[in-house]
């Protein structure tokens, strides 16, 4: 007996050697089909047993099995898939999309893709496709009606010109409300400059600066909405983040593609002006009057189309190459683009040339590295706009004189007096910028531990810019008549540092964790010099040595900011039915005072996924009717610091000389003041959303409501002058911005050879200033004034109760009940004060993408709509003050309703309206210049064509596509400008921004893109 026992022990403990023999360490990666990036949170499991790991942030696993076992990838999004173990001991795989997309994965903090069904916050995702289907060179613009609750506006139809970008409103009265960009996890600079070279935006708008990137490069955008989303990039993100991911190398075969792009443009719409009254002043003709109040034009005599000559058909064209390939261990992907733009104007283009190469090898099965560097050199030249000095001045011409004879005999301009003519101001007055500019990462990814990553990322932004302006000798310009010149040289750089611990553990088969440590240092620095000088000695000569010494200036600016972060972001779920996150951020900032300058804030959000929780309950069989449903909440908390420099009071250029001891320099009185006791704001956001799915995913429905508020406002604004300084920077007030966003998806038609689907965006916000500091009722924007005859009309303004996007005019003066007051030769007053006469804000906007697909042939539309929103025609109001507005056609009498001020008796006076009082008091006031900017437009129609593959093979191609896109061919608008979406003075103004006023800008364009596309 004891020996059959013995017999037995020994052969069970054969057995487990030999078992122990067959049981291996298996490493691999898993990646996307699609795409060739690395899947994190895949689950890799032993087919029949309960042991399973998931992979790393870069896809990586490694799990024991035996010979003959089945391991099992399963992830969010894909179709599983079944791999048996053999002799190799790296198992590499590829996971492809679930056609029915349950769910996607976005990109979030820090690189790091996260399936969305387990994100507690609202987040939307733009792929390449659609980016490179709205054929924009400005990458702002190609989000334009794709997202909910994201605005966005032109400057003008320039080449080159910037573009605005709000998410969900604003939480700044005056500070910066414009997202974070974030390319391949490091922030870039998407500043647009207020002035240059001494010119306003409203007079010269610059280009903001994504419009350096090279939107083929780009392989999806994820645009985080809401504080709890883009918290952990820190408080520079307090306005929400866009999150780009370039395309990346993919292992095997190697691929090249190109592509082209021919664009034709044209006007799309120009103001109405009238024909009726010839150039002269009070009604007597006068052939070098700038106004056009001469006489009536007779019959026979000439009319001319001024402003329509003036504009040609722009065309541009892109060429675009890149290369990809690589094996297991190392891929690499390099691409070069050429943008070059000719505009409606001449001697206005924009040109872009971007190189790239992006690259990473894994050294060990642990260690990987990896880089990327994007070099981009543009050149803008552009002209003056903004003022009757502009180009646009030809609105302003009167229609009995030919513009396009802009020069004497002598070679010296013809123009009329106070402004030039635009054909002269193209050609002596250019404006041009230069940019070269580098970004550039690299990473190192550790993997000491199966359940732990580490991951360190140093990328830095630096772009140099030449900026210059010339006004040619012989301009109208008060001061610059001998000519003038403006050159700016800067230097930009923003160096980040991040540093991620990552650790991952399941317990028990059901309970997930994740949990990521880092810390995070940004720098940015700036440096510029800015030199001007006035009067030409060489008339025909345009360079700084022309000018004499004396009417030289130069001033150097320098800025430095720097941001110290630390920061862990927990998750936890149980059996990818409920998700948990708490994040958390601690920030040190350099540009508020000592003992305020760490400030921490948190956020917390959940996913809860109650249509597989009714699965697990047996209460749903099937995907048949009700196929998901998913329940989120999020609350969070997210600072913002003060700009550079505004804790102590400026000193001016020039230094004290009055004094009987001059030393020192002056205050800058035009300057802010300096506030040394400034505090971060803060805001405070809640969000709740659901996603509901039904027919087998075939209808998607996505709604978020939210609600933020942004308190102890760090703002820059007029104080009274018995405070002792004019500008001033303050802490107080608050701003609630809260609305609804939906995103609708329908699949009204699958078949194997046609398909539809229809994406529909949804957005209503409304932005309150519930409280402002001391007795203030508003805050108004010095960057967003318009003027008539010198006069200020209107500007941006935020008001106490009231929207953050008003607009602050001039108005008719009038008693309680309404009624006009006027003055004793019956005329109406202009009101002492300004008032509120209209919100910038929309309604709501949406935006409605149908696709069609047949075989090979697709066709993808987009309609933007907007619904409300005031807009300020200050190109009508300078139209009138000139005499080209069809509102001055009426120049015969008027008794005015209302009552003489002096006396408190109704009106019978018959009053003249002529040249002054068009000039005088009509243009002086801004009411009647407030309009209605709703629209319904056509964004973009392509229709395209893929070769069938068998076609193309026979000459060595592996994808030929042809396509053919039309550009804002359609808009409705009861607007009477050129376009209801504008930004009068750019991207750069803060708080709430110069969108919503039209003042004599380039107008927007129509047009049609011709596009080929090949591989092989």
């Known amino acids: 007996m004891k020996k059959n026992l013995l017999l037995l022990f020994i052969s069970v403990l054969l057995l487990s050697f030999h078992t122990m023999a067959q049981e291996k360490t298996i490493n691999g990666k898993v990646t996307s089909a699609e795409d060739g990036l690395p899947l994190p949170g895949v689950t890799v499991k032993i087919k029949g047993t309960p042991s399973g790991v998931m992979t790393s942030k870069n896809g990586n696993y490694s799990i024991k099995a035996r010979t003959g076992q089945i391991l099992v990838f399963s992830f969010i999004g894909s179709i599983n898939q079944e ?117 306003v935006a409203s007079v010269a708008p610059a280009s903001n600066r994504a419009i350096d990137i090279n939107p083929e490069d780009i392989e999806s955008i994820t645009v985080l909405k809401g504080p709890a989303a883009a918290g952990l990039y820190g408080l520079r993100a307090a306005s929400g983040a866009i999150v780009i991911t370039t395309k990346k190398g993919v292992s095997g075969a190697g691929k090249i593609t190109y592509s082209n792009n021919f664009s034709f443009d044209q006007i799309n719409k120009l103001p109405a002006y009238q024909s009726v009254f010839k150039q002269g002043e009070q009604g007597v003709s006068n052939a070098v009057a700038t106004g056009s109040w001469g006489s009536l034009l007779n019959p026979g ?14 065309f541009s064209q892109t060429h675009d190459v890149s290369a990809s390939g690589g094996n297991e261990k190392t891929t690499v992907y390099a691409s070069a683009g050429l943008l070059d733009q000719k505009g409606i104007v001449e001697n206005t283009s924009f040109t872009r040339k971007s190189f ?80 070269n500019r580098v970004i550039a990462n690299g990473n190192i990814v550790y993997d000491p531990f199966p359940f732990m990553n580490v991951t360190y990322r140093l990328g830095t932004d630096f772009y140099n810019e030449k900026f210059k302006s010339i006004r040619g000798a012989g301009t109208t310009v008060v001061g610059e008549e001998k000519g003038a010149i403006a050159e700016v040289a800067s230097n930009n750089q923003i160096t980040t540092s991040t540093l991620l611990v990552t650790g991952k553990k399941t317990f028990w088969n059901d309970f997930n964790t994740n949990l990521t440590l880092g810390h995070n240092l940004e720098s940015n620095s700036y440096e510029g010099v800015t030199t001007t000088g006035l009067g030409f000695i060489d008339p025909t000569f345009t360079s700084l040595n022309n000018t004499l010494p004396t009417s030289r200036t130069s001033i150097i600016n320098t800025s430095k900011r720097r941001i110290t972060g630390l920061f862990g972001d927990l998750n936890l779920d149980y059996k990818n039915l409920v998700y948990l996150n708490v994040r958390g951020r601690n920030d040190w900032s350099s540009t508020v005072r000592k003992d305020a300058r760490s400030f921490f804030y948190p956020a917390v959000s959940t996913s809860i996924l109650f249509s597989e929780i009714l699965k697990e309950m047996g209460i749903k069989s099937d995907d048949k009717t009700f196929s998901f449903g998913k329940f989120r909440a999020s609350w969070a908390r997210v600072g913002k610091d003060a700009p550079p420099y505004v804790l102590a009071t400026t000193l001016g250029t020039t230094t004290n000389s009055s004094t009987i001891n001059p030393r020192g320099f002056i205050i800058n009185s035009g300057a802010y003041y300096g506030n040394p006791l400034l505090e971060p704001e803060f805001t405070n956001s809640f969000e709740l959303g659901m996603d509901i799915r039904f027919f087998k995913n075939r209808i998607g429905l996505d709604v978020t409501y939210y609600n933020s508020t942004s308190d102890n406002q760090i703002l820059a604004t007029r104080t009274p002058p018995s405070s002792g300084a004019f500008l001033a920077y303050l802490n107080g007030g608050s701003i609630n911005s809260r609305g609804v966003e939906a995103i609708l998806n329908i699949q009204p038609i699958v078949h194997q050879d046609f398909k539809w689907s229809v994406d529909i965006n949804f957005a209503k916000n409304k932005s309150i200033v ?56 019956g005329y109406p007053q202009i009101a002492p004060a300004l008032s509120v006469i209209g919100d910038r804000n929309p309604d709501f906007t949406a935006g409605i993408t149908n696709t069609f697909t047949y075989k090979n042939l697709s066709l993808s539309f987009m309609i933007d709509i907007r619904r409300g929103g005031d807009i300020f025609n200050n190109t009508e109001n300078a139209m009138v ?91 409705i608008t009861k607007y009477s400008g050129v376009d209801p979406e504008v930004s009068g003075s750019g991207a750069g103004v803060s708080g709430s921004g110069s969108f919503g006023f039209d003042n004599l800008g380039i107008p927007a364009t129509k047009g049609f893109d011709l596009g080929l596309r090949l591989s092989f």
């Open 881 to 971: 003050y000139s005499g080209t507005s069809k509102k001055t056609i009426d120049r015969g009498t008027k008794v005015f309703d209302g009552i003489i001020e002096s006396t408190g008796l109704p009106n019978t006076k018959s009053v003249k309206l002529d040249q002054n009082y068009y000039q005088s008091l009509y243009a002086k006031q801004g009411y009647d210049f407030v309009e209605d900017g709703s629209w319904y437009r056509l964004r973009y129609a392509t229709v395209s064509y893929n070769f069938p593959k068998p076609m193309i093979k026979k000459i060595g191609l592996s994808n030929l596509q042809v396509s053919l896109t039309g550009r804002n061919l359609i808009l």
């Open 770 to 825: 519930k409280s402002l500091p001391g007795e203030l009722d508003r805050i108004e924007l010095s960057d967003a004034w318009v003027a008539a005859g010198g006069a200020n009309v209107a500007q941006a303004a935020a008001f106490l109760n009231g929207s953050l996007f008003g607009i602050n005019g001039m108005v008719w003066k009038t008693n309680s009940s309404g009624k006009l007051l006027l003055d004793n030769n």
């Open 301 to 314: 005599d000439p009319v001319y189309n001024n402003l329509g000559n003036f504009f040609k058909n722009g």
């Open 356 to 435: 790239r190469i992006s690259g990473d090898t894994r050294i060990s099965d642990r260690l990987k590295v990896g880089g990327t560097i994007n070099y981009v050199e543009s050149n803008r030249k552009y002209v003056l706009q903004g003022s009757g000095n502009g180009v646009m001045g030809g609105a302003l011409w009167p229609t009995s004189d030919d513009m396009r004879n802009y020069l004497n005999t002598d070679g010296s301009q013809r123009t009329l007096t106070g402004i030039d003519n635009p054909y002269w101001s193209r050609n002596y007055k250019p404006v041009t910028d230069k940019v």
């Open 83 to 199: 791999q048996v173990i053999g002799a190799a001991t790296t198992l590499n795989i590829s996971l492809k999309q679930d056609s029915k997309g349950l769910n996607e994965v976005a990109v979030t903090a820090f690189g790091v893709k996260q399936q969305v069904r387990g994100l507690g916050y609202a987040t939307q995702n733009v792929k390449a496709k659609e980016i490179v289907e709205s054929n924009q060179a400005n990458i702002v613009n190609a989000l334009q009606g794709k997202v909910a609750g994201v605005q966005i506006n032109n400057s003008s139809g320039a080449p080159g010109s910037s573009a605005s970008i709000n998410i969900r409103g604003g939480s700044s009265l005056s500070g910066n409300n414009q997202p974070l960009f974030i390319v391949d996890g490091i922030p870039i600079d998407n500043s647009t400059p207020v002035s240059q070279g001494g010119l």
